[in-house]
Nanobody, 121 residues
Framework: QVQLVESGGGLVQPGGSLRLSCAAT????MGWFRQAPGLEREFVAR????????YYGDSVKGRVTISRDNAKNTVYLQMNSLKPEDTAVYYC??????????????????WGQGTQVTVSS
């Protein structure tokens, strides 16, 4: 059974930083997505099982870094220079059968419950 548990969300001022964590029950290709009210779920980042290959969404590129600690089965999303438009529920997701669509939410079979990130002064 694949289980994913996010943590690390919260309230941060514009320009601040947060690090999200996603604890998994195994080692998988992992992604982060976010969803703001009334909007589609948006791709944020993805990391291979070894950590050697990463992808980023255009709206966050240069401000976020995805990484992983395989000894802990945990994936991280370091977010810097946060903006109010980064406010959303952030979800981690596992891709057990990669098929060449790293940025598509349909690529991922398992999802965490989400963690709220609010960027506001």
């Amino acid at each position: 059974q694949v289980q994913l548990v996010e943590s690390g969300g919260g309230l941060v001022q514009p320009g601040g930083s947060l690090r999200l964590s996603c604890a998994a029950t195994g080692r998988y290709v992992m992604g982060w997505f976010r969803q703001a009210p009334g909007l589609e779920r948006e791709f944020v980042a993805r990391i291979s099982t070894t950590g050697a290959v990463t992808y980023y969404g255009d709206s966050v590129k240069g401000r976020v870094t995805i990484s992983r600690d395989n000894a802990k089965n945990t994936v991280y999303l370091q977010m810097n220079s946060l903006k109010p438009e980064d406010t959303a529920v952030y979800y981690c997701a596992a891709d057990l059968s990669p098929s060449g669509r790293p940025r598509s939410k349909d690529e991922y079979e398992y999802w965490g419950q989400g963690t709220q990130v609010t960027v506001s002064s």
